[in-house]
C-alpha cells in the first residue's frame, strides 16, 4: 500500500506561485501513476494533472501551461509547480496515487494524502 502527505499550500495573490509536494511511502513507488487532484467547498472532487510511471503526463484544461506535474521516484516525492494562479484555483489539493493509470475520475484512484489548502486572492 501507498501512504500520501501533501505540503506546500498557502495563502498568495493573483498570479503567484505555489509548489506542492506529496511524500509518498512505498517500494513500489516508480511503479505507480501519481496525479493531483482539487477540491472547493460544495464541488465535486476534480482532476488537475497526472503522471503514469512512463512520464507521461496529463492536465485538466483549466491549468494547462500553468501547471507542471513532475516526480523524483528516488525520492519518492511528487510535485506539482503552479504558476499564474488564479482566484478559481483555491481549493484543497490531494494527491493521489494508484497501481494502473485509470483515467481523470477521482473515484478511480486507490490512495490518497489529507490534502493541502491554496487560497488565491484577488
Known amino acids: 500500500q501507498v501512504q500520501l502527505v501533501e505540503s506546500g499550500g498557502g495563502s498568495v495573490q493573483a498570479g503567484g506561485s505555489l509548489r506542492l509536494s506529496c511524500a509518498a511511502s512505498?517500494?513500489?513507488?516508480?511503479?505507480?501513476?501519481m496525479g493531483w487532484f482539487r477540491q472547493a467547498p460544495g464541488l465535486e472532487r476534480e482532476f488537475v494533472a497526472a503522471?503514469?510511471?512512463?512520464?507521461?503526463?496529463y492536465y485538466a484544461d483549466s491549468v494547462k501551461g500553468r501547471f507542471t506535474i513532475s516526480r523524483d521516484n528516488p525520492k519518492n516525492m511528487v510535485y506539482l509547480q503552479m504558476n499564474s494562479l488564479t482566484p478559481e484555483d483555491t481549493a484543497v489539493y490531494y494527491c493521489?496515487?494508484?497501481?494502473?493509470?485509470?483515467?481523470?475520475?477521482?473515484?478511480?484512484?486507490?490512495?490518497w494524502g489529507q490534502g493541502t489548502q491554496v487560497t488565491v486572492s484577488s
Open positions: 503522471i503514469r510511471s512512463g512520464g507521461t503526463t
Open positions: 512505498g517500494r513500489t513507488f516508480s511503479d505507480y501513476a
Open positions: 493521489a496515487a494508484d497501481r494502473v493509470y485509470y483515467g481523470r475520475n477521482y473515484y478511480q484512484w486507490d490512495y
